[in-house]
């Protein structure tokens, strides 16, 4: 009976440890998809709305994701600090739950701010587009993900309940 006991604990463990990687690889997909849908409201608001800076940042994040939201919030108040708008940028990308690859992405927009308008939208559709191919990227391979994820987990439960009857 104790065994049978151990035997379930350590296949919850296996499912759980599943289930944290699929809820992550999720999370950086939705963090992709909302990074980039904010970026191009952005562009929109330069092009079009002429938006002052304070409230293009507040508008970006209204209705997003809680970590994309902390995103743009932290940028405002780095700014209502004092510290510099790159500075500041660079800052809070480092906090996104981003691979490294894309967090640089989304940093060198901080720096594209400090010039005029169409440095801007240029600097913004440059890290749009790379969020984007890193979405279809990892969208594409997310099912492959995830059946790895799922066999790996339980193999690995099933492999330690065996060893330890």
């Not at 240029?122 to 994820?149: T, Y």
Request: proline share 3%; glycine share 8%; aromatic share 2%.
């Amino acid at each position: 009976m104790l065994k049978l006991l151990g035997s379930a604990l350590i296949l919850a463990a296996g499912i759980s440890a599943r289930t944290l990687q699929v809820c992550a690889l999720r999370r950086e997909l939705s963090v992709l998809r909302e990074m980039a849908a904010a970026l191009d409201g952005m562009q929109n608001d330069i092009r079009i709305g002429r938006l002052p800076l304070p409230r293009l940042l507040q508008k970006a994040g209204v209705g997003r994701r809680a970590e994309v939201r902390s995103f743009f919030s932290a940028v405002q108040q780095g700014i209502a600090g004092g510290r510099s708008l790159p500075e500041t940028w660079r800052a809070a990308c480092e906090k996104l739950p981003l691979p490294l690859r894309q967090r640089e992405a989304a940093a060198e927009v901080g720096s594209c701010f400090c010039g005029d308008e169409e440095a801007a939208c240029k600097g913004i559709l440059l890290a749009k587009e790379e969020l984007e191919r890193a979405l279809r990227d990892g969208m594409q391979r997310q099912a492959d993900r995830e059946k790895r994820d799922t066999a790996l987990c339980l193999s690995a439960s099933a492999l330690l309940i065996i060893l330890l009857m």
